[in-house]
């Protein structure tokens, strides 16, 4: 084995440092002499267990030390963290990267997160680094780990499907004035044609609220496909395409394009569609109208070819021009 070779594996490994759980949310966690993690659940006893996408949450022990050096002084779960490791950098690990300790096999779900409240840390620190330096993880296989237990970095499944979230934008939708058909159809469709939905989520036609989401679910979550169906129209408060284009890194048109064209073969009508398709780190972003009926149609016009584009996105496909 030479040096390169050697470091690359020492880096892929590290050591559990400690495990911490809560009876109640919202506060700081207490070590344990072992933990027992169940799928679909996280770590029994632990009050952020659930059948969620955040059973688990992972700080580097690095990055304690680090903080703690400059006069943190905390303990071991004070972040609210369940797994301290120890030589593993997890914010550097993209979502979908599979960790296994002891018997158990994770999953990361998502990078960092948003503080909505700031801690005690924070106000004492003026910062807090669990937003930016703590993941989450879903339970893969069930078993114990216990302080001491060496992490292995296993990598991501290749063959995993391709992750989508759905957004409807609607005032009375929101509100609960109105039935939403949209989101559902939307759901029933990528799932059928082999995405896994990771959230369904129903918002008001307001763009800076649609902006937050857009950027967690690219940015933390790395969904591979974002779908948003409604607020694509003339009135003043169909404002999707401006919030999807100011949070987007490159412009994808040919998709807006091509469901135009599709669907001026229904209805001239779609001419007034203000529709738009874009890319935001390695998510693709596709605006819908409000309709079921049309955001059945739209996405049966895409959804066999979004998926080499979804696949090149994720690096694993070469870009080849049509044979």
């Known amino acids: 084995m030479g040096l390169e ?4 594996e020492e880096k892929s490994k590290g050591r559990v440092h400690a495990i911490c759980v809560s009876d109640i949310r919202g506060v700081e966690k207490h070590q344990i002499l072992e933990g027992h ?3 679909d659940f996280g770590i029994e006893g632990d009050a952020h267990g659930g059948n969620w996408h955040r059973q688990v949450s992972l700080l580097s022990y690095d990055k304690v030390q680090a903080f703690n050096e400059r006069g943190a002084n905390v303990a071991d779960g004070a972040f609210g963290e369940n797994l301290v490791v120890e030589g593993i950098d997890f914010k550097s690990l993209p979502v979908g990267t599979r960790l296994k300790a002891g018997t158990v096999e994770l999953e990361i779900t998502q990078i960092g997160k948003e503080c909505h409240s700031h801690c005690a840390i ?10 930016k330096e ?4 879903k339970v893969i296989q069930e078993g114990v780990i216990r302080p001491g237990d060496v992490m292995e970095v296993l990598g991501i499944n290749g063959e995993r499907p391709f992750t989508a979230a759905v957004i409807v934008l609607s ?6 004035e109105r039935k939403d058909e949209s989101g559902p159809e939307a759901k029933k469709m990528l799932e059928e044609a082999g995405y896994q939905v990771e959230e369904l989520l129903l918002l008001p ?3 800076e609220i649609l902006k937050k989401h857009l950027i967690r679910l690219a940015d933390s979550r790395q969904l591979d496909l974002v779908v948003t169906s409604g607020g694509t129209g003339f009135s003043l408060r169909d404002q999707t395409p401006e919030a999807v284009m100011a949070v987007a890194d490159r412009n994808a048109p040919g998709i807006a394009e091509y469901i135009r064209y599709r669907s001026m073969q229904v209805t001239d009508r779609a001419i007034l569609s203000r529709g738009v398709s874009a890319i935001r780190k390695q998510t693709l972003i596709v605006t819908l109208p409000g309709s079921p009926k049309a955001v059945m149609e739209s996405l049966s016009f895409i959804l066999m070819p979004l998926e080499h584009g979804l696949t090149i996105l994720r690096g694993s496909a070469s870009e080849c021009g049509r044979r």
């Open 205 to 207: 036609d307001d763009p």
């Open 5 to 8: 070779e050697k470091h690359r």
């Open 134 to 137: 703590g993941v989450f993880a």
């Open 171 to 176: 005032d009375k939708g929101a509100k609960g």
């Open 122 to 131: 924070y106000h004492r620190m003026g910062e807090c680094i669990m937003p």
């Open 37 to 39: 993690f169940m799928v």
